[in-house]
């Protein structure tokens, strides 16, 4: 997408972090941006400082597992400031624990949000940005959680997989249209995520797990050299310019990924003569 000028983005988790930095950089380039949050007190504070840089910003406050509220904000900000250009479905949350001590409630929430909460942003904007006939872009959050397992972060990890899988299918089908898919696949971020149990709601079933003091101390070690929100943005912005599917900010994580793809072709039986490779288009 080349053209940001007084288009429309509407970005879910937009109060905090990444979600925030992204609709920062998103105004900065001239969008009218809509941002979505659970969070009322840090929504309102992020509407603020938004409309200091002097951006148009719509505030909406709804939970992203909500199906009616997703499809009634699509109404409000369309109708409040156009046909919709940019869909980023960012929300999220993390709730770890090895998996033998992972509750109902643990799977519950993070599928709620992290993967319910795309498939409502895309069931309520997607048909409206095809429809409008004038292109955009849709711009998943999944993390390199998304690309590779790591213990002790099942459902996260089960939640980001289908962010990856959902966005590959979804380039394809929207294509026609003009419609860009981004997936953001970022490693460690300087964010509010390591505090998720803020958002998490009452009324799931079993308890939340605690980390111990050693993983705790190991998760502050690690946010020391973090990337910053703000940088993970520009890669977004910039993916957007360039329709750019992968979006990989850390590259301390590309030599897993290798070591994956690797022992996966490695696994596969040698290929008979005269098969025919089946190739998805695009
Ligand atoms: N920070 C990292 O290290 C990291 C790494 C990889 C991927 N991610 C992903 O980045 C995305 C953004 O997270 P972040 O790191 O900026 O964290 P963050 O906590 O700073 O921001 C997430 C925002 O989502 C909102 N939110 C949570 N549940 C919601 C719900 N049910 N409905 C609506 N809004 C809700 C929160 O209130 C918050 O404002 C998430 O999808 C996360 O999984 C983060």
Redesign the pocket.
Known sequence: MDKFEGRTAFI??????????MARAFAAAGMKVAI????RE??NAAVAKLKEGNADVLGIC????DRDAMEAAAATVTEAFGPVHVLCN?????AGGPMHETTYGDWDWTL???LN?VVNGLQAFLPGMVAHGEGGHVVN?????GIAGFGGMGP?NAS?FAVVGISEALAQDVAHANIGVSV?????????????S??RPADLPGREYTPSAEDEARLAEILET?LS?EQVAEQVLEAVRQKQFWIFTHPQFAQVVEMKMQSMLAAFPPMPEGMEPIIPPN
């Open positions: 879910t988790g937009g109060a905090s972090g990444i979600g925030f930095a979505a949050d659970v969070e840090a929504l709804l939970d992203v597992r960012n929300a999220g949350i993390g709620g949000v992290n909460g959050t999944a993390s390199m959680a996260y980001k953001l696949c970022p490693g460690f971020v300087k964010t509010n995520i390591f505090t998720s803020r958002n973090a929100p």
